[in-house]
Each structure stands twice: as structure tokens, then as C-alpha cells.
């Protein structure tokens, strides 16, 4: 995907879960302001979170230039509603969405809508299930579906509409399902939404890795983290942009990193303490070998007013930053050519002219 | 008791519904914008807004209509989720009411109530939910549980599932939680949750329904807070209120306690004369001669491409038994032979076309209001006189700029009348509808 000189320019992504349901606007607009490349929304299972994607798409009309990327689980959830909420996505906030699927390992998930507890291998593969329904119904209409020709009547060319057929693999552990199409929304704006997902849950036996954009990488300490991502790479090859997960407390206000009171971070998640300049240097490293970095931080507005006025500056004067595009798309972000239409009746691949 | 005696409110007040697909909507004019840009939505909406709208309603697609097997063509067609389109509405407006039409036939109950809850709360609360079933194997081709529903339990299924939503959204003790569990285990399905949202500003999202069968009727005045009629006209609306009054006292709320919004459409003009003009042309764009052939081969269950849009009706016989759901919840059905033989009859009788049986057929005959903007208010006071609706839900023929005359001349009218409101009475829908905030119930989570 991309070169070692244009990797060396990342990504920098900030979870917004903290700002709850009343602090959208506010968070992400600082997180925008601030230069971030993307604003994540965890749907984390505790009491008060509202729904992630609702948060993005709240997010999307007050922002031109941030990516808005919800968690959305794909055990509970019906393929065909999370296919066209993304899709939705997509166009309220111009071609800025993406989306981090998640396999819940929640009984409480499943008997909240009546089903099997999933685990152990049947989570990939609904995971692999719900992203390929996904890419198939975004392509289910072709970019130029919608033709409005007064002369023959047609509001859409029926040519370029595509039932997706999908059915579960034989071997799908999970109850089998199916889904027709074509979607009821046309296709996104950026094509193909970049999706993303744990490293953990992609791979051999696994959801293939040509399945998703980009991966999550965790690891139990910072200094762990850049072999971590160096494994990734390896295991999953160029064409899957690595993103490590960061913790992040910071010296601010006055206190140092250390004594301040924060909640503990995610399990698994390497959190940093320290200064604003360590992190410069940490991000700086990072950023040589991940295409991207998602920051978690202790206290939203406390870690985003340090890393707005001192870490960002600093990353993007040395060139570690790739500039924002304005009004630019995630797959922008993520360097990603140009969606192709798996259903594609117009563009003619040259390899195919011979056939 | 004077809660089972109607009280007019003198008012009426108005919705939106973008519809999204289907022929009401023209695009073939060039002033007929984008379906699907946010800009589409955030211009009607915020002109909605301005006019002191209620309302804001979204359809929800499941499965895209289709014609002699293939995706129907001729129409308007692809439309955004309609809880993600409102989440980014409520960015981008501050009043207006956010109406998720959401289906208990293919959503999960704890889900879906959650997603409200959660548009509730990010909006404000301004949220609600119009609630609809189905029940067919067409369109369950589209999720993990396929078809699996009788029609003659859609009711059934679908109070079960509101009234577990009800009891989700009930069960935070106190603003801040504890939430206890909520049990449920139906036919279809079993729920065992213990919510995560606290209730909103307006309490709870409030409750659209539009069943016209006597078992929807029912369904409404036991559950919902306001009904999307299909009842706009004067006298059928006198007697439709009557009707719900008669049935919500029966239920045991208060003969105020379900509003009334017919579905409607408005076509105005500075004259009589103009609307009329206007009216004509409108008609001329919602069907079109491809898609008077078009309706017809939907109920012939074949291709009538040879017969003339400005002929009459076909006089071959049609080949299918019945009608086809694929054309839509409301084509579901009828029986092809008798149809034919009916509509060919009553288009012999009045001297139509096939151009312009069609167009009567389908041009919501029954729902617009056509004419000069001080005739049409004269008109709808008449209305808040006597109570019969308590506003309407109009479907604009055009995307995005079809609320415009009505926000700038009719709206005035209404209000100069004293039947309008000048300004939203809070924040919440619940407050701008004039609704009673919901009393927690104390019934213990297990039933």
C-alpha cells in the first residue's frame, strides 16, 4: 500500500467515548481543531454510553475535516441495519466514516436480544460474515446507479443495482443466514468504507486480512508496542495499515502524570505516563513503524488541551504528521486508492479484454 | 369523567415526512435536488424548523421495491438509515421533533429501544419512534431471521415488543441508575436486559402509529402518543377522531391522550387559480406515462408495454392471483382478476386513460390540499375549530425546497389565525405536542 517514506508521515485517532452524549460536538471539534486525522466512538457495554454510531453521525455535519469511526459489533447485530447505518454515515459526514467492527464476547449481549452466547472461533467468523455483507451491499449500487433520465423515465438504471446473495460459509459454526440485497441506501461516498479491526481478530483462520483496511494493535507496555506492530506487519503484510492502541496520562496542569488520579487503563492497552515531550518522542518512534497511532485518554479535555498546544505541533514539525485534508475522506487518510465496484458493469479491467 | 370527554385544542401543528422513495416525490423538474446529500436534509429540516415544525419524520427501507422481479426503476428510490440521518440532524437543528420510523418485525427490541434511547438523549430529547410492522418472507430475505411471522400475529408481536421497550425505558430507578432488569420471553423471541441509558429529558421517546385496520386502530390507542392517519379529509377526519377518542377512553386513557397527524400533501398557490395550475403539473411529474404502465403491470403480473399511457385500460386479463408484496406494503393483497375487472369498469364509467386512472389511483388524492394559502387556512382552522386532527404530516413533492411556500405564506396564514403556534412551547417533542409525560410504572420487571 504505501511506501516506506509516505508511512513515515501517520495518523494520529482519538477515542471519544469519554465525552458521553452531551460533549459531542465540543470533544470532536477539539479533536479537529487539535489536527487529529480521526475520532473513534467506543460502544463500550457500561451505563450511560448511548449508541456509537449515533455519536459519529452527530459528529459528522459540525466537523469537515476529522474522520468519524464508530465501534459497531457484528455477533448481535443485523448485517443488513449495520451496512446501511454506515452507509448512512458516510454521506452525513461527507465521505469521513469508517467503522471498527467488533466480535462481542458478551453473554450479556446475547441474552439481551434472545441469542447463543458466541465465543472462541464462531467470533471471527461472524465478524468475516457481517464485513463481507457489508462490502457487498455497498456495492450493491454502482456510483452512477442513479440516472434521471427524463426521456426513458428512469430514475435508476436497473443494471447497475446488484443483489448481494450472501450465505453463511457450510462451515459457519453460528445459526446460518442469508442476505439478498441490494442495499436501500446507494453507495457510500467513499465506495468502500475503511473498515478496521482488532490484529487479534484478523488473520489465518481468522477474518481475512484483504477483508480490512486497517488493524488495532495492542500490546502491554509502550516499549512492547512498536514489536508488536513490527509482528503485525509481518503476519498481515503491506496491504493492512497498522494502528497502535495508546493510554495516554499526561503531566498537566500543573501535576505530574504520575500523581494524578485517573481511572486504570482498558486491560491490554499500554498506557504511557509522562511528560509531553516523552510522548513526542514515543509518538515520533511509533510513527516510524505504524501508519497510525489511536491515543485513549485518561481525562478527555485535560489530555486534549496538552497534546493540541504541545505533542501535535511538535509531531508535525518534524514532518511525522500527514497534513489534514480538508474536506478530504477517510480512505485519504488511510492513503487508499479508489473503492472498485466488485459488481462493476462499466469499468473494464484491461486483464479482462482478453477473456 | 371529563378526561373521557374531547377537549379541541384550537390548534393544529405540522410534521415533515420525507419520504425518500416511491412516485409523491418528482424528480424529473430540475429544481428536484439530491435524495441522499445531508445538505438535502439539513435545508428541509432547518425550514422546518423556522416554520415551527413539530416534526421531523424518516421512513425506514428494508427491502427496495421491486417490479416484475428487478428493482423498480421509475421512481424515487435510496434513502439514507433514519436513526443515523437524525443523529445528524439533531447536530444541525434544535427544536424539531425526530421521528424514526423503526420496525418491530426485524429489530431486536432491547436494540432498537436502546438506539432510541440514544437518539433521545443525544437530540435532547426530541426523539421518536412511529412504529410499523411486516411480517413477509420478501423482505426478511434481507435479515439473520428471514421470514417467520404470520400476518395475523403482527399486532400481537408488535405490542409485545413495544411494551418491552416501554419497560426498558422505565427501569433506571432514579436519573442516575440503578436500572433493573427487564424480562421478557415471547413467542419469537426472548429478552433478558438490564438497560444502560437513563431516561431523557422528555422521559421517553414519544410514540407514532399508523394501523388503520381495527386491530391497528386498537394497537394505537392503547400505545401510542399520536397517530399517522390516513384520514385528511374534513368529514373522514370528524369521524376518525371519533373513532379514537371511543377507542382510547375504552383503553383507559384520557379521550386527549392520542393526537391525530394525518398524512397529507400541500399544493399552494398566491390563487386558487395558480395552485390548480400548479397542481396539474405536479401530477404530470409524479406519473409519467413509463409509470403508468409500470403501476398497471404491477397488478396484470406482467408486461403491458405494448398498450398506449393515454389508451384505456388493458383489456387482457392479468396473471397473477394476487397482487405481489414486492410492490409495497400497501399493494399487498388485492386480488388481480377482480381488481382489473373493477378498475377497467370505473375507468370506462369516468371516461379515464390509463395515464389518468393511475395518476387518480396514486396522486394521494385524498390527502392534498390544493389552493391559494389564505383558502387553505381558512381550511385547516376549520380543523382546530372543531379538533378534528391535531396537525399533519406533509409529504413534500419536492427535494429539498417543497417546505418553502409553506413555511413562507401558509404558516403566517395559520398563525394570523390564532391556530399555529408562534414558538416552540420547550425543547422536548413531548412539551411542543402538548403530551403528558409518561407515569413510571412500578409493574416488576418479570412477566
Known amino acids: ?355 | 369523567m371529563t378526561r373521557d370527554i374531547f377537549q379541541p385544542s384550537g390548534q393544529i401543528q405540522f410534521g415533515i415526512f420525507f419520504q425518500g422513495v416511491n412516485s409523491g416525490t418528482i424528480w424529473k423538474a430540475p429544481e428536484a435536488g439530491s435524495q441522499t446529500d445531508f445538505e438535502s436534509f439539513r435545508h428541509i429540516a432547518q425550514t422546518a424548523e423556522r416554520g415551527k415544525f413539530a416534526a421531523f419524520f424518516l421512513g425506514e427501507g428494508l427491502r427496495l421495491r421491486e417490479h416484475l422481479g428487478r428493482p423498480h426503476a421509475l421512481d424515487v428510490v435510496g434513502r439514507p438509515d433514519a436513526q443515523t440521518m437524525l443523529a445528524a440532524l439533531a447536530a444541525v437543528t434544535r427544536n424539531i421533533g425526530l421521528v424514526a420510523t423503526q420496525n418491530t418485525t426485524y429489530n431486536d427490541p432491547a436494540d432498537l429501544a436502546h438506539r432510541l434511547s440514544s437518539l433521545d438523549l443525544i437530540s435532547g430529547g426530541r426523539a421518536a419512534w412511529n412504529i410499523v410492522t411486516t411480517d413477509n418472507a420478501w423482505t426478511g430475505a434481507n435479515f439473520r431471521r428471514g421470514g417467520y411471522l404470520d400476518h395475523a400475529d403482527r399486532y400481537k408481536h408488535a405490542e409485545a415488543f413495544v411494551e418491552t421497550a416501554k419497560r426498558i425505558w422505565d427501569s433506571w430507578e432514579t436519573p442516575t441508575g440503578p436500572a433493573r432488569r427487564v424480562l421478557h420471553e415471547g413467542q419469537h423471541y426472548t429478552v433478558d436486559v438490564t438497560p444502560r441509558l437513563p431516561r431523557s429529558a422528555q422521559y421517553r421517546p414519544v410514540l407514532f402509529q399508523a394501523g388503520d385496520s381495527p386491530d391497528g386502530r386498537d394497537f394505537a390507542a392503547r400505545q401510542a402518543d399520536v397517530i399517522f392517519s390516513a384520514h385528511p379529509k374534513f368529514d373522514a377526519a370528524v369521524e376518525f377522531r371519533r373513532d379514537i377518542v371511543a377507542r382510547s377512553v375504552a383503553a383507559g386513557r384520557g379521550a386527549n391522550a392520542v393526537q391525530i397527524m394525518p398524512a397529507s400533501e400541500f399544493i399552494l398557490g398566491a390563487t386558487d387559480q395558480e395552485a390548480q395550475e400548479k397542481k396539474a403539473w405536479v401530477r404530470s411529474l409524479q406519473i409519467g406515462p413509463q409509470q403508468a404502465i409500470a403501476y398497471l403491470e404491477q397488478f396484470w403480473g406482467r408486461e403491458l408495454s405494448s398498450y398506449d399511457p393515454d389508451g384505456p385500460l388493458p383489456e387482457i386479463d392479468p396473471v397473477v392471483e394476487k397482487t405481489s408484496e414486492t410492490r409495497g406494503s400497501g399493494f399487498h393483497g388485492a386480488k388481480a382478476r377482480q381488481l382489473a375487472d373493477q378498475w377497467r369498469a370505473e375507468a370506462k364509467d369516468k371516461g379515464l386513460s390509463i395515464r389518468q386512472f393511475v395518476s387518480s389511483k396514486t396522486a394521494r388524492i385524498d390527502s392534498t390540499f390544493t389552493g391559494s394559502y389564505t383558502a387553505v387556512a381558512d381550511h385547516l382552522a376549520e380543523y382546530a375549530r372543531v379538533g378534528a386532527v391535531d396537525g399533519f404530516n406533509i409529504s413534500p413533492w419536492l427535494i429539498p425546497t417543497g417546505l418553502d411556500d409553506i413555511v413562507n405564506h401558509l404558516v403566517p396564514e395559520l398563525q394570523e389565525r390564532g391556530v399555529y403556534p408562534t414558538e416552540y412551547r420547550g425543547t422536548t417533542l413531548r412539551e411542543n405536542l402538548g403530551l403528558e409525560t409518561p407515569v413510571r410504572s412500578e409493574q416488576p420487571a418479570h412477566v
Do not use: C
Open chain 1, 1 to 355: 500500500m504505501s511506501t516506506f517514506e509516505e508511512r513515515k508521515a501517520g495518523f494520529l485517532a482519538v477515542e471519544l467515548d469519554g465525552a458521553g452524549y452531551e460533549g459531542i460536538a465540543a470533544a470532536v471539534l477539539a479533536a479537529e481543531s487539535a489536527g487529529f486525522h480521526a475520532a473513534t466512538f467506543k460502544d463500550t457495554p457500561e451505563a450511560g454510553r448511548a449508541n456509537a454510531l449515533q455519536r459519529a453521525a452527530f459528529a459528522g455535519p459540525v466537523t469537515r475535516t476529522i474522520a468519524v469511526v464508530p465501534e459497531i459489533d457484528t455477533v448481535y447485530t443485523e448485517p443488513f441495519h449495520v451496512s446501511t447505518q454506515l452507509a448512512s454515515l458516510d454521506y452525513v459526514s461527507g465521505g469521513r466514516a469508517g467503522w471498527i467492527a467488533t466480535a462481542a464476547v458478551s453473554p450479556e449481549a446475547a441474552a439481551a436480544v434472545g441469542r447463543s452466547f458466541v465465543e472462541g472461533d464462531a467470533l471471527a467468523q461472524e465478524a468475516a460474515a457481517s464485513i463481507e455483507v457489508s462490502r457487498r451491499l455497498w456495492d450493491s449500487w454502482e456510483d452512477d446507479a442513479v440516472i434521471r433520465d427524463v426521456a426513458t423515465g428512469r430514475y435508476i438504471d436497473v443494471d447497475k443495482l446488484h443483489y448481494a446473495d450472501f450465505e453463511t460459509p457450510a462451515d459457519f459454526s453460528g445459526a446460518a443466514y442469508s442476505v439478498k440485497g441490494p442495499s436501500i441506501i446507494p453507495r457510500p461516498l467513499q465506495g468502500q468504507l475503511p473498515v478496521l479491526a482488532a490484529a487479534s481478530l484478523v488473520g489465518e483462520g481468522l477474518v481475512p486480512s484483504d477483508a480490512v483496511d486497517a488493524v488495532l494493535v495492542s500490546a502491554p507496555t509502550p516499549e512492547l508496542l512498536a514489536a508488536e506492530v513490527r509482528d503485525a506487519r509481518a503476519r498481515l503484510g503491506s496491504s493492512v495499515a497498522i494502528v497502535a492502541e495508546l493510554d495516554v496520562v499526561l503531566d498537566a496542569r500543573g501535576q505530574s502524570a504520575a500523581t494524578r488520579q485517573v481511572p486504570s487503563p482498558e486491560s491490554g492497552l499500554a498506557r504511557f505516563v509522562g511528560s509531553a515531550a516523552d510522548l513526542t518522542e514515543l509518538l515520533g518512534s511509533l510513527l516510524n513503524e505504524a501508519d497510525g497511532v489511536r491515543l485513549h485518554l485518561a481525562a478527555l479535555d485535560v489530555e486534549l488541551e496538552e497534546l493540541s498546544r504541545l505533542v501535535l505541533p511538535e509531531l508535525r514539525r518534524r514532518g511525522a504528521l500527514r497534513p489534514p485534508v480538508q474536506d478530504g475522506t477517510f480512505r485519504d487518510v488511510l492513503g487508499l486508492a479508489p473503492a472498485e465496484n466488485r459488481y462493476s458493469t462499466t469499468a473494464v479491467a484491461p486483464l479482462a479484454a482478453g477473456k
